[in-house]
């Protein structure tokens, strides 16, 4: 009866690493791509012939939407109790 309860410890932290380093993987590559998609965001609006002062904008109203949305988020999640559903969601 013991080996049965080691053999499925075992395979429950195999599982879980296997988790673990699924969803690493997976935000490697979704950071990557946010990084890269960003960092010509600049140059393809000098290319459409926007000022740097409007890529500055852009750029910087695009960070105060994210925190914006993330207090939102944060707080509609702790008055609802719904944080997988608001994590999947964005």
């Given at each position: 009866m013991t080996d049965q309860v080691t053999v499925g410890k075992e395979a429950i932290k195999s599982r879980g690493l296997k988790f673990v380093?699924?969803?690493g993987v997976v935000s490697f590559f979704a950071d990557f791509t946010y990084e890269g998609?960003?960092?010509i965001t600049g140059p393809y609006?000098?290319?459409l012939g926007a000022s740097a002062t409007l890529v500055g904008f852009i750029a910087g109203f695009g960070e105060l939407l994210g925190y914006g949305l993330r207090l939102?988020?944060?707080r509609l999640s702790e008055r609802?109790?719904?944080?997988w559903p608001i994590t999947l969601f964005g």
């Open positions: 380093v699924l969803i998609a960003r960092s609006l000098a290319i939102v988020s944060g609802t109790g719904e944080f």
